[in-house]
């Protein structure tokens, strides 16, 4: 893998995917382990510590929040999958620690994905609150276009674009689904 691409790849995930999606079964210090993104020891502690998690319980019997620390798994958005799908409109977004060998092509679908989002042909029939998708299977999904150009500032001149983010995530999850 190439360092760079994958710490554009956490990026995207972080900044985009994240909002929806968990990564249940990763933890923060696998983002400083060798053959990933090899985020510096301090990186990890700063990514982990903008994070808040629940702990606990306390001398009081409460659960409290506190920073992350790199030993803790990647939070999720939501804190049950009833309230994931209340705020989906009723779908439950898949978690995508293993996504990418969860599916036939793995990081080449998670790209098509991404980037197959067009208007619906003509004549083909879309449920309300679907969004048409090439690469999806039925060409219906409930998940809205998450990448634009643009929405992401890279900061080593690689443009900002749908494509490049498409990649770096796309690559990024595959190492995720098996990080040693």
Avoid at 5 to 30: D, I
Avoid at 102 to 113: N, Q
């Amino acid at each position: 893998f190439d360092n760079a691409q994958l710490q554009r790849g956490f990026q995207v995930y972080k900044e985009v995917c994240a909002r929806c999606h968990s990564m249940r079964l990763l933890s923060y210090r696998n983002l400083g382990e060798p053959g990933g993104p090899e985020f510096s020891p301090k990186a990890v502690e700063v990514l982990a510590s903008q994070v808040q998690v629940s702990d606990g319980p306390n001398e009081k019997g409460e659960m409290f929040q506190r920073p992350a620390q790199p030993s803790d798994r990647f939070r999720s958005p939501f804190a049950n999958d009833q309230l994931a799908r209340l705020a989906n409109n009723g779908a439950l977004p898949p978690d995508l620690s293993v996504m990418a060998k969860a599916r036939p092509g793995g990081p080449d679908y998670i790209y098509a994905l991404l980037t197959g989002y067009h208007p619906a042909p003509q004549g083909f029939e879309l449920a309300q609150g679907m969004y048409y998708n090439e690469a999806f299977p039925g060409h219906q999904i409930a998940m809205p276009p998450p990448l634009s150009d643009g929405v992401i500032a890279y900061t080593d001149g690689t443009k900002p674009t749908v494509d490049n983010y498409a990649r770096d995530v796309s690559a990024y999850l595959m190492w995720a689904a098996e990080p040693k």
